[in-house]
């Protein structure tokens, strides 16, 4: 995002109130929901959703990153690739007055534990084929 922007952003000064903090429940909400924004996702009871929105000063950009967890016998990275896209909208949202050029990029499953498919950590050569 651009400078003033992202200053405004990180400093708290937006007009309508704390981004960071809107952007994490927005996150939580969307995991919750994912199964009513994901055609074919099944609910599934969540044992714990977390958001964090880390800036990056140099590259002016928020880093979202979503962990979930679960006891049941299935993976959760829709509701975690939902809480990540949750929070960007949310964040979009509340900056885009000062920056309609705001670019979302990048949602990506890191690692996953459990399920059918099993675990799966993302290669730092993952995407660049």
Excluded: Q, W
């Amino acid at each position: 995002m651009g400078k003033i922007a992202f200053d405004a952003l990180a400093s708290g000064n937006l007009s309508k109130g704390d981004a960071l903090a809107v952007a994490r429940l927005a996150g939580i909400l969307a995991a919750k929901r994912a199964s009513e924004i994901v055609p074919l996702a099944h609910p599934i009871a969540l044992d714990s959703v977390g958001v964090e929105c880390d800036l990056d000063r140099r590259a002016r950009e928020v880093v979202v990153t979503a962990t979930v967890t679960t006891v049941a016998r299935t993976g959760v990275e829709m509701e975690a690739l939902t809480a990540v896209a949750g929070a960007c909208l949310a964040l979009y949202d509340m900056t885009k007055a000062l920056d309609r050029s705001i670019e979302i990029r990048e949602i990506v499953l890191l690692e996953k534990t459990g399920g059918r498919s099993g675990p799966y950590r993302r290669s730092s050569a993952a995407g660049s084929e």
